[in-house]
């Protein structure tokens, strides 16, 4: 992630010429000359693992530098011209001979770790046997009693500890947590974490990057126990996937190893991060490393179940999709084809999602096609098509590493998007400004340069005051605003007419706050580089959702940092693909690759695709369907992979609309809360069962591989989506997910063109990505901005209809926690529920102590739609007054309480705001 | 948040446990009663036959080497075979010209008033009044070397320091005098702390810092207090402040109390130290000059260092190299132990041969003809007579491979025990081995292992034994692959004992 260098010096190597920077240190010189494997080192990992400085601690990365009188180490000796080094020699050979036997003898642990493998866990041992050192007689003998197995996931052996401190530097430079330190001096030195060393009494994430980095296993973990000693399982193998939890879209090598109950399935053994990955660059978060276990659980649906009035009928999937059909034909038959609608997954495949629509748009006939993108950044979507002519992130992952100012806005990465969350806080460490606009003090908040802790909801009086300092003082890039922008006149005018003070009244933050946050953008306005622009669904998720990202936007245009890199608008995506499922059209307005459903000629061309044209008129979005379902408008609803009786806001609202329906089929890995109304369950793959390719939030399609068969009779979606069209008479003939991706090539060319599982490996393509020889796009606008020129928005504030009363005192906020994931389907089926067993209500200690509400005890929430009964945490990280809840957990009803209210133009529910009263239970 | 624990406290406590295992005399502990078991303690101690007190904590050393042995209470009260509060060393000098100790052989100049009368702060009166780069040249031109023990030219760290781009630069004074036998910091931090403060000032308006730290070790209460007092004199008296001496330039200096670690006499070991982490070497580069405390070009000089420096601005460059040699101008103040017939401070000019510093001096042993000398402390050497008959300047010490260190000198009796003196030597580095490089830090604690097998097996009857091989061998590969001078350098003075052991010798 580091900035290429040009080599400039040559040096000899081993009597190889080898050119270098100046200043480069030899080690990494070494290493990329191919060198490395003569050169060990034990304290300095492979790059990515570490920060730029060296630890210098190992000593066996030792060369013979011509006119030195001792060796010197390589990994912190810097090149200079017409340096002779030797990397090897007998004197070299036994000196490293000499500290490995060193160690050897201080370490009892040092045979606990086999050398077979070939993974970072075995680099000491290996040396040892690579320099004929033996491993002291009854050291694999001693019991492990030391080793600690109170958290989850994580171990340690502290008698195999080597104190290297790779563990130190991978918890500091990767994920940035500090959970590590040494104590004692000499030989006494000792890694030391939580008190007792203890993961649990640590600020520890469980991402693993410890393990990782660790080259002797002293620090392993659950899914490492098994091999640790034993050394790999016959027959285990390596898949590389997606991660199928948020939208960062890491990728995963699983590896697969023949179940040990003898059965001989495969089934997941480990999973970690690809080393080479551009989006993780090895790096993983507690859920896409641990939380797999779901998989296995023995509640899986495994064949498909009618509902009959005695309860659950096991079908034949032939059976089930034949009675599927005819109740969908014949709903459509007596009501036509609006009384149908679907919900695709953003769980699933672009491929799934792609047949789904298709199918409902030209087999059905109707246009009734929305996913959860609705509930999240619909919003974001269509400010940004609007302002710019493309809905999904100007910039890509890696302009976090290349900005200078980082704002962060609605969003909380290092929970929400761990992985992002991780390389910012580097970012940040590496001298990038952070500028945090969050009601609560998140981890980033506290990080960062300036927190802005606005009222929930107030976004858009914020923004604006913060265009107006920069138009104010004359900060502006004027140059960009006049080449690639229209409306500025407007926007000048409108904002004028926008007093300080109102939006410092509004918006709870001192005038003087405002005008230092606008200062900050617009002194890193134009050539000082631009601002990278993070955004959540803090901004989305609100009836002023659409308004917040164009007043957002408007900073971004009026900064210069649409279209530049290191800068523009990174909206982090929720699922997994989630960004991939707008891609391929599940909205009820635009069919694949954006392309809008009224236009004629959009329906012609895909119309010669698709052997049929979809219907006209725009269809309906999520909330509009459950409305029409409670009014007996809409009649069969198709949900692939989605819980919306949990996750939706009014849950009430949610469960009169399942009720009301004469037919749901839900796609479903579990008995969710969503499937006790569904007359049809068909058992899901899971996403390391299935095949495909995922859209992540930077625009990224990546190949989806089945690491493991799925278990019993569930099958993959896209092949669900296939048999069902074949059983309503369409004929379909797609062997593969290839040749359905070869199909949305043709289907939006100006998106996926050039997009084909040929080019698919390795870090896949960002679309668009219009031709076979296009290498994709990481920064959308570069060149010009799509629609021509950006628009600047004139929007005022208005404030949401949720507000507290004398009754409804508090302001709730809605959202994730680190370690459960979304409804929890997944995480709480996992060993995570022992890192966070509830859902909780974070609460500022005044107010919990001015309710009586200790730490732990139960509050009762009321809203004006819903209760719910949660354990209160007492936290700082809310103000007074403000709340945050998560909904992870179904008894919660966290969405018991939100509300009615939307944003009218995206139709995106407002979770972030809710007005409540809270009491003790 | 990743999880329930709170990140600031987590982090504070998580420090404060790293550096309570650290430091032998943590800030804020009550200080134990201390007997100071440095080599030339040690040595006093064994030939009155007194064993260590009871109740105290050994530590090395309290720098009064040339009145051993020594202990300090639990209230800091210092005594020495000369009796409770001790007794100013002899001062003497060879040749015309005192540098280091023109004011402690007059004794006590801690008093500003006194310090003033004799001269102090008029070198930098009169640099005050010229560019700073004036006072560069002349320390470049000198070619004062460091007296710490690396002996690298002080002009040029400086230089370096002046021309790293900074918003913010730091000086340092060392005082972190840990080397057993050496105690002319001491005497300068006690006795003239204004000129120790007058060349850090000089070399802050040098190189346009305008904070300063004297860092004193836990060893040295007096020091400290003595400093304190110093400062405070010369910011009331607007030598230091806002505007020294009513020119332009700003200085603050305030004293930072180390806490009991030897390593921290290694620049950047002191550096973390001064920044409240364990003090544990740095990787080099990038070199203080360049990036040091909190990251900013940071000049650090030994006390003895700082001290020459007043005298080299007055006078001038040429009347400094008029002293000593060619390659080492100026002269040293070299410290003898109590197992000299004449103990005390000598000071004499670079080129001085050895045996006359030992012979003539010094008088040789207390009781008769000596078995050898340690020279420039732990990482220095031990030298048998036939060794002497070398001048002492920093181009014939390299010529044989000697070490001058700190210049301190302990004379070891006729009828030393070689291998008892081994696990002295090697307990001492086990003892202060910081734990940054695993040479170094495991090496130490089994070269003591080792040493007391030796000891155990009958000393000579060592010879040949492996647990003699094993020593040999292990001290080639600490002293080739250690990250410091320290795991460097110990291994050259255990190598001898080992051999004078084996008898190889």
Redesign the interface.
């Given at each position: 992630m580091s900035p290429t260098r040009t080599p400039t010096i040559s040096l000899q190597l081993d009597g190889q010429a080898v050119t270098a920077e100046p200043g480069e240190f030899l080690l990494d010189v070494a290493r990329r000359a191919g060198l490395g494997g003569a050169l060990p080192a034990l304290c300095r990992g492979e790059a990515g693992t570490h920060g730029p400085e060296p630890e210098g601690g190992c000593r066996l990365c030792l060369v013979e530098v011509a006119g030195r009188d001792r060796p010197v180490a390589a990994c912190h000796t810097p090149v200079t011209a017409g340096l002779v080094v030797r990397t090897d020699s007998p004197r070299l050979k036994s000196l490293r001979r000499g500290v490995l036997e060193l160690m050897a003898d201080e370490t009892p642990g040092a045979g606990r770790e086999t050398a077979r493998g070939g993974g970072t866990a075995g680099q000491f041992r290996r040396l040892l046997e690579a320099h004929g050192v033996a491993v002291r007689a009854g050291a694999e003998a001693r019991p492990e009693s030391a080793v600690s197995r109170a958290h989850p996931y994580l171990r340690f052996d502290g008698e195999a500890c080597i104190t290297c401190r790779r563990c130190l530097q991978a918890c500091a430079d990767v994920q940035g947590q500090f959970v590590f330190e040494v104590a004692g001096r000499g030989a006494g030195t000792r890694l030391i974490f939580g008190a007792g060393e203890s993961f649990l009494a640590s600020p520890c994430v469980s991402c693993g990057a410890c393990v990782e980095a660790c080259p002797t296993g002293a620090l392993f973990d659950r899914d490492r126990e098994p091999t640790r000693e034993a050394g790999p399982v016959p027959g285990a193998r390596v898949v590389q996937t997606v991660c199928a939890y948020c939208g960062v879209g890491c990728r995963l090598d699983v590896t697969v190893a023949p179940a040990p109950d003898g059965s001989g399935v495969p089934t997941v053994q480990a999973i970690t991060g690809t080393r080479e990955a551009s989006v993780n660059g090895g790096h993983l978060c507690a859920k896409g490393r641990y939380a797999h276990g779901y998989l296995q659980s023995g509640d899986r649906l495994t064949t498909p179940l009618l509902r009959t009035p005695t309860g659950w009928q096991p079908l034949s999937w032939d059976e089930a999709l034949a009675w599927a059909a005819r109740r969908l034909r014949e709903i459509r038959d007596a009501r036509g084809p609006d009384a149908l609608g679907v919900l695709t997954s953003s769980r699933s495949t672009n491929e799934a999602a792609y047949l789904l629509q298709k199918l409902f748009r030209t087999v059905i006939g109707t246009n009734n096609v929305d996913c959860c993108a609705r509930v999240c950044h619909s919003s974001t979507a269509a400010a940004l098509q609007l302002m710019t002519g493309t809905g999904a992130a100007s910039a890509s992952y890696a302009d976090i590493e290349a900005a200078r100012l980082i704002v962060v806005a609605g969003a909380n990465p290092t929970e929400a998007h761990p992985v992002v969350g991780a390389r910012i806080r580097q970012a940040v460490r590496r001298g990038a400004a952070l500028l945090v606009v969050d009601p609560r003090r998140t981890e980033l908040a506290a990080l960062a340069h300036q927190h802005l802790a606005l009222l929930p909801g107030t976004n858009v009086a914020l923004f604006n005051a913060l265009g107006r300092v920069i138009l104010e003082e004359g900060l502006a890039d004027e140059a960009y605003l006049a080449e690639r922008t229209e409306g500025l006149e407007g926007l000048q005018g409108f904002l004028g007419d926008q007093p300080l003070e109102t939006a410092a009244a509004v918006t709870g933050i001192p005038v003087e706050s405002i005008r230092e946050a606008g200062r900050r953008l617009g002194q890193a306005a134009g050539s000082a580089g631009g601002v990278l622009f993070v955004t959540g669904l803090g901004l989305s998720e609100l009836t002023q959702g659409t308004a917040s990202v164009m007043t957002l936007a408007n900073l971004a245009l009026l900064t210069g940092s649409i279209g530049r890199p290191g800068a523009g608008v990174l909206a982090l995506r929720g699922q997994n693909n989630v960004q991939g499922n707008a891609d391929m059209g599940a909205m009820p307005d635009q069919v694949t690759g954006y392309q809008a459903v009224a236009d004629p000629a959009v329906r012609a061309r895909v119309a010669a695709v698709w052997g049929r044209e979809p219907p006209a008129r725009p269809g309906l979005t999520v909330p509009e369907m459950l409305a029409a379902a409670r009014s007996g408008h809409l009649k069969a609803l198709w949900i692939q992979g989605e819980d919306i009786a949990q996750s939706d806001p009014n849950e009430a609202g949610v469960r009169a609309a399942l009720e009301s329906l004469e037919l749901l089929v839900v796609q479903e890995l579990f008995h969710s809360e969503t499937a006790r109304y569904a007359h049809l369950l068909l058992p899901a793959a899971g996403a390391l069962e299935q095949e495909g390719t995922f859209t992540n939030a930077e625009r990224r399609l990546q190949r989806v591989r089945a690491a493991v068969p799925a278990p019993g009779e569930a099958r993959a979606d896209w092949t669900v989506a296939r048999d069902l069209a074949n059983q309503l008479g369409a004929g379909w003939d797609y062997p593969d997910p290839a040749a359905v991706m070869a199909e949305i090539a043709r289907a939006a060319p100006a998106l996926f063109g050039g997009v084909d599982y040929g080019r698919l490996d390795g870090d896949g393509l960002q679309w668009p990505c219009p031709r076979p020889d296009h290498p994709g796009t990481p920064i959308v606008h570069q060149d010009r901005i799509v629609r021509g020129r950006a628009r600047l928005m004139s929007v005022p504030y208005e404030p949401t209809p949720e507000t507290t009363t004398g009754d409804l005192p508090f302001l709730l906020i809605t959202g994730r926690v680190l370690h459960h994931y979304n409804v929890g389907t997944m995480t709480r089926r996992t060993p995570h529920r022992e890192l966070e067993p509830a859902d909780f209500l974070e609460m500022h200690p005044a107010d919990a102590g001015r309710l009586g509400l200790g730490d732990g005890m139960e509050a009762r929430l009321r809203s004006r739609y819903g209760e719910a009964r949660v354990p209160v945490r007492h936290s700082t990280r809310v103000s007074p007054g403000i709340l945050f809840l998560s909904f992870h957990f179904p008894d919660s009803h966290t969405n018991a309480l939100t509300s009615t209210h939307g944003d009218p133009r995206s139709k995106c529910p407002e979770y972030k705001v809710t007005a409540v009263a809270v009491t003790a239970s | 948040?990743?999880?329930?624990?709170?990140?600031e406290t987590?982090?504070q406590?998580?420090?404060a446990?790293?550096l309570?295992?650290?430091y032998t005399e943590p800030a804020g502990e009550p200080p134990a009663p201390r007997t100071c078991a440095g080599l030339a303690c040690h040595l006093a101690r064994r030939r009155s036959g007194a064993g260590p007190e009871p109740g105290h904590r050994e530590v090395h050393c309290l720098g009064w080497c040339d009145q051993g042995p020594t202990t300090l209470s639990a209230a800091n009260a210092i005594a020495t075979s000369a009796g409770p509060g001790g007794t100013p060393p002899a001062i003497r000098l060879v040749g015309d010209t005192a540098i280091v100790t023109a004011r402690l052989a007059a004794g006590d100049h801690s008093a500003l008033d006194r310090a003033r009368r004799a001269g102090v702060y008029g070198a930098l009166a009169r640099a005050l009044k010229a560019p700073p780069t004036a006072v560069l040249d002349a320390l470049e031109a000198s070619g004062e070397q460091g007296r710490g023990g690396a002996g690298f030219p002080t002009g040029r760290k400086w230089r370096l320091a002046a021309a790293t781009p900074a918003s913010r630069r730091f000086v340092v004074a060392n005082g972190d005098e840990g080397d057993p036998g050496s105690f002319i910091d001491r005497l300068l931090l006690e006795q003239d702390p204004h000129a120790v403060i007058e060349g850090l000032a000089l070399c802050a308006y040098a190189i346009g810092a305008s904070e300063g730290l004297v860092f004193i070790r836990a060893e040295y209460p007096r020091a400290r207090v003595v400093m304190e007092a110093a400062l405070g004199e010369a910011r009331a008296a607007g030598l230091l402040g806002p505007a020294v001496l009513g020119t332009g330039f700003r200085l603050e200096i305030r004293v930072v109390a180390g806490q009991g670690?030897y390593v921290c006499g290694e620049e950047t070991a002191l550096l973390n130290a001064i920044e409240g982490r364990?003090g544990e070497v740095r990787?080099?580069?990038p070199f203080p000059a360049e990036a040091g405390l909190w990251g900013c070009p940071t000049v650090v000089n030994n006390i003895e260092t700082l001290v020459n420096v007043p005298w080299i601005v007055a006078r001038g460059p040429a009347a400094f190299r008029a002293l000593g040699t060619t390659g080492s101008p100026g002269t040293k103040a070299f410290c003898l132990s109590a197992g000299f017939r004449h103990p005390g401070v000598v000071e004499a000019p670079y080129g001085i041969p050895l045996a006359t510093l030992i012979r003539e001096l010094g008088g040789g042993g207390t009781d008769g003809e000596l078995a050898g000398v340690s020279l420039g402390g732990p990482m220095g050497s031990i030298l048998l007579p036939h060794e002497w008959d070398v001048a002492v300047d920093y181009p014939s010490l390299a010529a044989r491979g000697i070490r001058l260190g700190h210049g301190g000198l302990v004379a070891l009796p006729a009828g030393t025990h070689w291998a008892e003196l081994l696990v002295h030597w090697a307990s001492f580095m086990?003892?202060?081995?910081?734990?940054?490089?695993?040479?170094c830090?495991?090496?130490?604690?089994?070269a003591e292992r080792l040493a007391r097998q030796l000891l155990a097996a009958g000393g000579v009857a060592g010879h040949g034994t492996d647990a003699g091989h094993q020593l040999r061998?292990?001290l080639?590969?600490v002293a080739?692959?250690?990250?410091c001078g320290f795991g460097?350098g110990i291994p050259g003075p255990l190598e001898t004992l080992r051999a004078l052991v084996a008898g190889e010798r």
């Open positions: - | 948040m990743g999880s329930s624990v709170d990140q987590y982090q406590q998580l420090r446990r790293s309570a295992g650290y670690s364990r990787v080099r580069p086990a003892r202060e081995s910081c734990g940054k490089c695993a040479p830090r495991l090496g130490s604690a089994r061998e292990l080639d590969v080739s692959t250690s990250l460097q």
